[in-house]
DNA sequence: ATTATAAATCGCAATATTACGATATAAAAA
DNA sequence: TTTTTATATCGTAATATTGCGATTTATAAT
């Protein structure tokens, strides 16, 4: 017993998870930003911004890279990251879809 | 040695990830669809609509409730469960501010 | 060819999450 | 009061995540 139960929802419902997940660390939110910002591509400097260890930044940016929102590209023994914009763009409508279908509504049943 | 090093981050990261981590399973971003289009607010109706057990749901309700997206409510022997409208909006942008964030630039490093 | 550099992977330990049955709690109905 | 009903909590097991040092891999520089 454990954990595990993921084919039991909708494909929807997986996708949404698997995108919160990939932010559901602060480093890897902080990943993100500072790859948005434009600051660098560079691996390097990203495992210089954080407060953890080389391996830790590598795995982290992996979990990214495996959730889409990051892919990453060899340039010679450096390694450049970048938002995948496609996969960006599908995760913020997901999270947007998910959001407004909350209505607000009057006869809510607790106030 | 493990897990834990939030505290290094800023609050703003946080923030987010603690948002992420609520929406970070299907059967809680199951339970907040069915919260949103307000099929029912009966704790006892989200448990016969997910395929877990009652005392899962439960602790997914609490979590959720820690993450401050949904409130409680108790009516005689059921509880009443429903989003939490102003965190509810605070979380959507705080995703909104995240991925606008992004701006696509031609000049990316990576392609 | 050797060395230096950058990043990924391995192995491991600490901790967190997921899930459930059993039990506790608390209000409603009998 | 006893019983039923609805939900929460506890204990426990399985699994996943987080983090790091050490090692590996692969390219660049000497």
New binding site residues.
């Given amino acids: ?6 084919e039991e929802f909708s494909v929807k419902h997986n996708r949404i998870s698997k995108y919160a ?1 990939a932010l ?2 602060p ?1 890897r939110v902080a990943i993100l930003q500072f790859l948005s910002k434009k600051k660098s591509c ?3 400097d990203i ?1 210089e911004e954080l ?13 990214l890279k495996e959730a889409g929102l990051i892919k ?1 590209e ?1 340039e ?4 450049c990251y970048c938002i995948n914009e496609k996969e960006w763009k599908a995760a913020q409508l997901c999270f947007n879809t998910l959001f407004n279908n909350y209505k607000e509504t009057l006869e809510n049943c607790c106030l």
Wanted: glycine share 16%.
């Fill in positions: 017993m454990g954990a595990g139960k993921h997940k559901a660390h480093a560079m691996c390097g495992v407060p953890l260890s080389q391996s830790t930044v590598s795995q982290h940016l992996k979990e990453g060899t010679g023994v450096k390694v």
